[in-house]
């Protein structure tokens, strides 16, 4: 896997806590084991865009009141929908 930083050819997938703004602004939270990719040449650890696209849109179709501090993706992943698709998104 290239790294999309340095294009260094031997990222690998893991997974890290990430910490994000909720849409309405209220508060960020914390979202544990989440999805990503590690750089051990350029040392950047990242989500894809396939992967902050999802939590972007899940965080937009749920009550994000629901949403303790901390939250393991997964389990942000199956809270029910609100709405059936993000209609702000293109």
Same mark, same amino acid.
């Given at each position: 896997?290239?790294?999309?930083?340095?294009?260094?050819?031997?990222?690998?997938?893991?997974?890290?806590?990430? =910490?994000?703004?909720?849409?309405?602004? &209220?508060?960020?939270?914390?979202?544990?084991?989440?999805?990503?990719? &590690?750089?051990?040449?350029?040392?950047?650890? =990242?989500?894809?865009?396939?992967?902050?696209?999802?939590?972007?849109?899940?965080?937009?179709?749920?009550?994000?009141?629901?949403?303790?501090?901390?939250?393991? =993706?997964?389990?942000?992943?199956?809270?029910?929908?609100?709405?059936?698709?993000? =209609?702000?998104? &293109?």
């Amino acid at each position: 896997m290239n790294c999309e930083w340095c294009k260094a050819a031997n990222a690998v997938e893991t997974t890290c806590t990430v =910490y994000w703004e909720l849409p309405d602004g &209220s508060r960020a939270i914390e979202i544990t084991d989440t999805p990503g990719v &590690s750089c051990p040449d350029c040392g950047m650890e =990242y989500q894809p865009e396939n992967f902050i696209e999802e939590i972007e849109d899940q965080l937009m179709l749920i009550d994000t009141k629901q949403i303790a501090k901390t939250i393991p =993706y997964e389990q942000l992943m199956q809270l029910p929908k609100m709405l059936k698709r993000n =209609y702000f998104k &293109s």
